[in-house]
Each structure stands twice: as structure tokens, then as C-alpha cells.
């Protein structure tokens, strides 16, 4: 064996045990890759929903000073009478 075969036969089984090594690093990665996703969508969903509640905040509050005003009329209706 020539020590260039030499050298290629042993570049080759470095390779794989690179390869070998780094599998379960990659593995890792994809998992995390698909949860971040997940998160992703949960975030969008969540963001949607914060959205929604100050709109309902909003009407919420619209309707209380209208209550509010309701009240004030009414004690001054009570008044008169």
C-alpha cells in the first residue's frame, strides 16, 4: 500500500467517524429547528389573541362610559323628581 492509499484510507475512515460523531448533533438541531417552528406558530396564534383582547378591552370600555353617562342621566332624572 502506497502512503498516498494510506493517506486516503485513513482520510476516509476519519470522515466517518466525523460523520458518526456529528449525527446525533445534527439530530438535535432538526429537533430544535421543529420545536422553534412550533413556537413560531404558537407566538402568531398567541399575538393574534393579545390582538383580539384589546380590541375587547376597547369595546369594553366604550360600553362602560356609556353605562357611566347612563348613570349620570339617571341620577339627574332622580333629582328632578
Do not use: Y
Amino acid at each position: 500500500m502506497t502512503d498516498h492509499q494510506l493517506l486516503f484510507a485513513m482520510s476516509d475512515l476519519l470522515d466517518k467517524k466525523l460523520k458518526s460523531e456529528l449525527q446525533p448533533i445534527r439530530n438535535d438541531i432538526r429537533e430544535l429547528h421543529q420545536d422553534m417552528e412550533l413556537l413560531q406558530t404558537e407566538v402568531k396564534g398567541l399575538c393574534q389573541d393579545v390582538g383580539n383582547l384589546q380590541e375587547d378591552m376597547k369595546e369594553l370600555q366604550t360600553e362602560v362610559k356609556d353605562v357611566r353617562q347612563d348613570v349620570g342621566n339617571l341620577q339627574l332624572d332622580m333629582k328632578e323628581l
